[in-house]
Nanobody, 123 residues
Framework: QVQLVESGGGLVQAGGSLRLSCVAS????????MGWFRQAPGKERDFVAC????????YYADSVKGRFTISRDNAKNTVYLQMNSLKPEDTAVYYC????????????????WGQGTQVTVSS
């Protein structure tokens, strides 16, 4: 019932910035909690940030606090991840996810996923 499409990934040098976007479609999209996760080759999918359906609550992984900002524009059915001061260790495929019931840092709790967008940070 929910489709997610990420965009905005690419190649950037360390210290640079990127803004990822996730456009959602489907019923009651604005009522879903949203999250960003990332997965590097050979590693498990890690939590990055999440935001409640109203935008009032946000949570960040310690590794990105102070550098990344999650936001949403429900009128546009879009969630953003602004990434500043990028580091090589941020290199991963970034996934947008939707959770219909709760705000969670656990990827197993999310109900819908996008296909991902590659972020590569060079040293």
């Amino acid at each position: 019932q929910v489709q997610l499409v990420e965009s905005g990934g690419g190649l950037v040098q360390a210290g640079g910035s990127l803004r990822l976007s996730c456009v959602a479609s489907g019923r009651t999209v604005s009522s879903y909690h949203m999250g960003w996760f990332r997965q590097a080759p050979g590693k498990e999918r890690d939590f990055v940030a999440c935001i409640s359906f109203s935008g009032a609550r946000t949570y960040y992984a310690d590794s990105v606090k102070g550098r990344f900002t999650i936001s949403r524009d429900n009128a546009k059915n879009t969630v953003y991840l602004q990434m500043n001061s990028l580091k090589p260790e941020d290199t991963a495929v970034y996934y947008c996810a939707a959770d219909r019931t709760s705000l969670s840092t656990n990827y197993h709790e999310y109900d819908y996923w996008g296909q991902g967008t590659q972020v590569t940070v060079s040293s």
